[in-house]
């Protein structure tokens, strides 16, 4: 008995510490730092094998339900080995790589499903991902108001005066904490009492047990302002509206409290705080964006500063080429050059900065609709759970995973996050939140939810 405990216990803890370490190593974005995830990723998976065996328990409801979400994220996987093994990738050292990822995130949405079973597990996971995200967007903030300009005990060397975090790009940064500001917000909703409004429970809200929880939304929200990142904010702003607004609709008892807390996350959160903190300057970054010169009397007074539109229409002729079986996971870097331009020749492009088009390119359509329909079923658990107003714990974590979910889907139309390991491996940690979010144990003390 005790060394089922132990098992398990060792399992739970190697989780929530993995999940704490996949950003610091420059998002683990390096081959050693690919490497030692997929290495501790199989460690824990033994470790739950063996629990798992020891415990001779059924398979968890939470399980059960993610079937046909496994199945697809394998089927992905399965797509990718028949490409290395039929001679399709045009990169073989690099879809060899994606098929060990791939095969880690297929593991750790499995351990995830099955450890994190119980509402008191639950709300650690969702913790841990908050307090993560909280020292991201602490140490980038410190970094860049400082001076000092450090990544992971490197000196950075691009994005000086920007918030990334221990990532090297600050759109990564942006894109882990659209995940972690969701978890975020969508715990506070979990965590209310469900009381009809007051303004005690308001100030209880800012001065009580609850305000280390705000604190590190602020944190994250000056972080993620403060990284200039345009498409990170907007898809966070989006996706809050989008998700708030459907919470809001659908919650008709607690409608004035839900609408109060939200606009005040919006409004003080957002507005007033992050004002001190460079919104302006993220203002105008979006203001002057020009995807072509600006040409007046035939003078150009204002050149293109922006590249990424060129790069998804440069990269159509790949995708038409490679549509139906891919070019190979992972092969961007090595087929694009074949079809770029002059006016982007010189430049180097190992990313789509577009997951969309990049997904489309590598896998083509055999091995991106298994990857679509995994992540549309996640949105669809999210959403389910979200509906369930009678359970203000369930619609809070539903609230949580529908939110991030859609914040990095629209963040993909102009970046690679799901291509960096750490913000993959986070996505999919995110979409199993999404099942447990209706799927989960509650423990038998709690009368609702």
């Known amino acids: 008995m005790q060394k089922r405990a132990l098992l398990d216990s060792s399992v739970y803890l190697g989780l929530l510490a993995l999940i704490v370490w996949l950003p610091l190593p420059l998002g683990s974005n390096r081959d050693w730092s690919m490497g030692l995830l997929v290495l501790l990723v199989g460690l824990l998976a033994m470790l739950w094998a063996a629990a798992r065996l020891r415990q001779q328990k059924p398979v968890s409801r939470a399980l059960r339900a993610a079937w046909p979400m496994l199945a697809l994220l394998l089927a992905a996987q399965v797509w990718v080995a028949l490409q290395l093994l039929l001679g399709i990738s045009l990169d073989v050292g690099a879809s060899f790589q994606y098929l060990m990822l791939g095969l880690a995130y297929s593991l750790l949405f499995v351990m995830v499903l099955s450890v994190f079973h119980t509402r008191r597990r639950l709300t650690a996971l969702l913790a841990v991902l908050v307090a993560s995200g909280t020292v991201q967007a602490f140490y980038g903030t410190l970094m860049t108001l400082s001076g000092l300009e450090w990544t992971f005990f490197t000196e950075k060397t691009s994005y000086r005066g920007l918030a990334t975090g221990t990532f090297v790009n600050r759109n990564h940064l942006a894109g882990y904490l659209e995940l972690t500001l969701a978890c975020g917000i969508g715990l506070l909703m979990a965590l209310r009492d469900g009381g009809s409004f007051s303004w005690k429970a308001i100030l209880e809200l800012i001065m009580g047990p609850k305000a280390r929880l705000r604190i590190g939304l602020v944190i994250m929200v000056i972080g993620l302002v403060m990284s200039r990142s345009r498409m990170g904010n907007t898809a966070f702003f989006i996706s809050l509206v989008v998700i708030g607004g459907i919470f ?44 072509e010169d600006q040409v007046v009397n035939e003078v150009v007074v204002a050149r293109q500063n922006e590249v990424r539109d060129d790069v998804y229409l440069q990269a159509l002729p790949t995708l038409e080429q490679h549509w139906l079986t891919g070019s190979g996971a992972g092969s961007f870097e090595a087929v694009f050059p074949q079809y770029m331009g002059p006016d982007i020749a010189v430049m180097h492009f190992d990313h789509a900065h577009n997951d969309f088009i990049q997904f489309a390119i590598e896998y083509g359509l055999i091995g991106t609709l298994p990857l679509a329909a995994f992540v549309l079923l996640a949105f669809w658990h999210a959403l389910r759970a979200l509906w369930r107003t009678e359970s203000w714990y369930r619609s809070g974590v539903g609230f949580a995973a529908a939110m991030g979910i859609l914040a990095l889907m629209i963040h993909s139309f102009t970046d690679f996050n799901l291509q960096i390991p750490a913000n993959a491996a986070t996505f999919v940690v995110l979409c199993a939140i999404a099942v447990l979010a209706n799927q989960h144990d509650k423990e038998r003390k709690q009368r609702r939810g």
């Not at 460079?278 to 020009?290: A, Q």
């Open 248 to 291: 809001i609709l659908l919650n008709k008892e607690n409608r004035v409290r839900n609408i109060i807390l939200l606009a005040s996350f919006v409004l003080i959160d957002i507005l007033m705080i992050s004002q001190y903190f460079g919104l302006d300057k993220l203002k105008d970054r979006l203001i002057n964006t020009r995807f």
